[in-house]
């Protein structure tokens, strides 16, 4: 986006510059207003901002999952909300386990890499049977089709979870390990949270490994960019979809149980919303990029955290934070007319 | 055959002459004995919305709309038990077994209780409704009830505006409830407040329903006016969010002495463990009320909520002796537990105003089948004066309150078995 006049000044441009300076006043007059009002001390905005940071990269290892999927079948996967839910909710049961007989706390390394392996595992089972039943005979389909599928899927998962596991809400035990603050760099930060960001990049740095350096991940590209000519070249197009659909629920998997850590609390409707968000996330960074999911993930988080406060505070609306989802979601309109794209997505012309 | 039905009516009505009597020495019951005479057809002709009618050896149906499944499920399915007690000890009304029909209203959507209230106008048996359990879900409703002629008595809606005739919430001619007005809690709670905990400044949080968003402005605008305090924030979260980290840091930045959150579950367990992560909220005393009062608050951050003494409002339940030597044995074996929230007894009331009103109104045909004119039904249960209730003496006032229960401040602590349970710390009943 090149900030130069336009050539010829028609209707719609016209429109979308008035559009661009009312809101950069609305955001500007609004920020100003709230920071020169001085009710959130320095201290707190850092709280606000690491809270957005740590709900962010849940997101975005969440947005992963989207946007891999997107990457090489150009569908969206609706039922992966669930697939994350699935994980945290079976991990749970090896959670309370361990919390009763007292093993995660006299070994909570040791418990926490068990308790995600079974939610990794067990969303990558989910991940895989999904795309084996669900949508791999509709893979010549109509494009509405697979979309359908999936929110049929989704629901699919959500009540037999409902079924299986019942509807009341569960806690996770609480880990001693993960409770109060680490001083990371002169700044308190609260375990739960520094855990959070830390598998999110340790993840993230994997992925992109993964991706960019291994047979399979090149295998992957090249499917991406066309399913034919990579089968002509001796991949196997099934199973490198199926191991895309295996890595996304690793993702969502490890996503679960960091939910659960910082919420406690799980239950089978608990995907639905984060797998919104997560969707979101992964437009707003450009769906089909995996580094996009993550800007995607930690700009929703920021923006739901820090926005509602930064942008209404000042003008003592009452209670901004109830109008957190209006705000995150008018961005992404906004960002979406002005990058139809995503933030770092290309342009893909002959699509 | 017949004669058999028309010796066990007479055996039926002469009992209950018996048991209005011996209940009028409390001077509770209105005089006057079930089942009167009259001419059934020009009364129910004259009646705007009829009767229904209950042909002999039928049973007459009442409907719960409570909140039954889902995490507020404690809360209403107390309530259907209560609803059940108050059947089993009444036995026959009006020479007729009662069969109650257990629906589901839901609590966090309003549109679950609409969808409610139209499958029962669906059904011209049901006589009455006990419910709903959130205000939320009264107030679509009462309009489709109304519409049809169904009296609805709530056991636990607390917002004002339910029978404040100035808002659109209104409930109208056929709502009354046995639960208090949240004036009388929120001003309760401010007093505890201001008195008690003697702190100076608060802050609330409420999810947009209009028993929260009520009831903590009853409670800013009492704690305001009547000891001066200062209210820091009143904030707003999403029913379904978890994440409520952002603001309870913008609540923590003003350090507020005291956090009032009038809202239901699983929110209000989060937004204790989450409160613990705000360094600005950690020397500030938690209150809550009569909507997180229940087993899934202390099943989700019951230990929590204990060791930082948090304390909740809701009805003082030391309602006397039939209560705990007659009704909660009852409940108990008919729940196979304790009460798992705090509307039962008022629930028990609402049923038994039911039961009275039918004996009261309905009519008699020589066939032995039982009319009960559905405005009449309405006329003598929001009538109700001086009635000796389980929760208290209950009088209906013009817009439907008849609560007569006093407000008790809780907190989490072991009863005798060990187990976690609210325990009352203070009450507005005086001590008599």
């Known amino acids: 986006m090149r900030f130069r006049l336009p050539q010829r000044f028609n209707l719609v441009s016209t429109i979308l510059w008035g559009l661009r300076i009312v809101v950069a006043v609305l955001v500007l007059a609004g920020s100003w207003a709230t920071l020169s009002s001085g009710k959130l001390t320095p201290d707190a905005w850092r709280e606000l901002i690491v809270f957005g940071i740590a709900q962010g990269s849940v997101y975005g290892l969440i947005a992963l999952g989207y946007t891999l ?53 067990t969303s990558m089972l989910v991940a895989i049977v999904l795309e084996r039943i669900a949508y791999r005979p509709l893979r010549r389909a109509p494009r509405l089709v697979p979309l359908i599928t999936a929110i049929g899927a989704s629901l699919f998962i959500s009540n037999s979870i409902r079924g299986i596991y019942g509807e009341q809400s569960q806690s996770y035990p609480s880990v001693t390990a993960l409770q109060g603050r680490l001083d990371l760099f002169g700044i308190p930060i609260l375990k739960t949270q520094a855990l959070v960001i830390a598998s999110a990049i340790v993840l993230m ?138 933030i770092l997505g290309r342009s893909e012309p002959g699509r | 055959m017949q004669r058999l039905f028309r010796l066990s009516a007479l055996l039926a009505a002469l009992l209950l002459i018996l048991a209005a009597c011996s209940s009028n020495t409390g001077g509770s019951s209105p005089s006057g004995s079930a089942a009167s005479s009259g001419d059934p057809t020009a009364v129910c002709a004259a009646d705007k919305f009829g009767c229904v009618k209950v042909a002999s050896g039928d049973k007459i149906e009442i409907a719960t709309a409570l909140t039954i499944t889902g995490s507020t499920s404690s809360l209403g399915l107390d309530s259907v038990t209560g609803v059940q007690v108050a ?18 209203a839901g609590c966090s959507n309003a549109q679950d209780g609409q969808t409610d209230a139209q499958s029962l106008v669906a059904d011209p048996q049901i006589v009455a409704v006990i419910g709903t359990s959130c205000s939320r879900t009264a107030v679509p409703a009462m309009p489709v009830l109304a519409a049809q002629g169904y009296l609805m008595i709530s056991p636990s809606n607390t917002a004002p505006s339910l029978t404040d005739p100035s808002s659109k919430d209104f409930g109208g001619p056929f709502y009354m409830r046995t639960a208090y007005n949240d004036k009388v809690q929120g001003a309760a709670v401010a007093k505890f407040a201001c008195e008690v905990l003697k702190v100076k400044t608060a802050a609330t949080i409420h999810d947009g329903s209009p028993y929260a968003q009520q009831l903590q402005q009853v409670f800013a605008d009492q704690f305001k006016s009547q000891c001066g305090g200062t209210i820091t924030a009143q904030e707003a979260i999403h029913v379904g969010d978890k994440d409520f980290h952002p603001v309870l840091t913008t609540i923590g930045a003003a350090k507020p002495e005291a956090l009032f959150f009038p809202i239901f579950d699983p929110e209000a367990p989060l937004i204790v463990q989450q409160s613990r992560d705000i360094p600005g909220l950690a020397n500030t005393k938690l209150i809550s009320a009569d909507g997180a009062k229940d087993d899934t608050f202390i099943s989700s951050a019951g230990p929590l909520a204990q060791s930082l003494g948090m304390y909740f409002s809701g009805p003082d339940l030391n309602f006397g002796s039939t209560y705990t030597d007659k009704f909660l044995p009852e409940y108990k074996q008919i729940a196979g537990k304790d009460p798992t929230s705090v509307y039962h007894a008022h629930a028990y009331d609402a049923a038994n105003i039911i039961f009275d009103a039918i004996e009261h109104v309905g009519l008699k045909d020589s066939s032995g089948t039982l009319y009960i004119p559905r405005t009449a039904l309405k006329d003598y249960a929001r009538g109700v004066k001086d009635y000796k209730g389980l929760t208290g003496t209950l009088t209906c006032d013009p817009n439907g309150d008849c609560g007569a229960s006093f407000v008790s401040i809780a907190q989490l602590k072991p009863d005798a078995s060990g187990k976690l349970a609210f325990q009352q710390v203070y009450t507005t009943r005086s001590a008599s």
């Open chain 2, 87 to 104: 059947i089993k000890d009444r036995g026959q009304v009006a020479g007729h077994d009662v069969d109650l029909k257990s629906t589901d």
């Open chain 1, 205 to 342: 740095i994997a992925l992109v490994y993964f991706v960019e350096r291994t047979r399979t991940g090149r295998a992957m590209r090249a499917v991406s960019e066309d399913k034919d000519v990579a089968a002509l070249m001796g991949i196997n197009v099934d199973r490198i979809i199926v191991t895309t659909f295996a890595v996304g629920g690793l993702l969502a998997g490890a996503a679960g149980v960091l939910y659960a850590l910082v919420f406690n609390e799980v239950d089978w409707f608990m995907g639905f919303l984060p797998g919104i968000k997560a969707f979101t996330a992964a437009v707003l960074g450009g769906i089909g990029n995996i580094a996009g999911a993550m800007v995607g993930g930690l700009t929703l988080g920021v923006l739901e955290s820090v926005g509602p406060f930064l942008l209404l505070g000042g003008a003592n609306v009452p209670s901004p934070n109830q109008l957190r989802d209006v705000i995150a979601f008018t961005v992404l309109v906004l960002v979406l007319i002005f990058r139809p794209n995503g």
């Open chain 1, 69 to 121: 999927v997107y990457g090489v079948l150009f569908m969206i996967n609706f039922a992966h909300g669930d697939v994350f839910m699935t994980g945290a909710m079976t991990a749970f049961f090896v959670a309370r386990n361990f919390g009763e007989s007292g093993f995660i706390n006299a070994n909570p390394i040791v418990a926490l890499l068990i308790i995600f392996a079974v939610s990794m595992l």
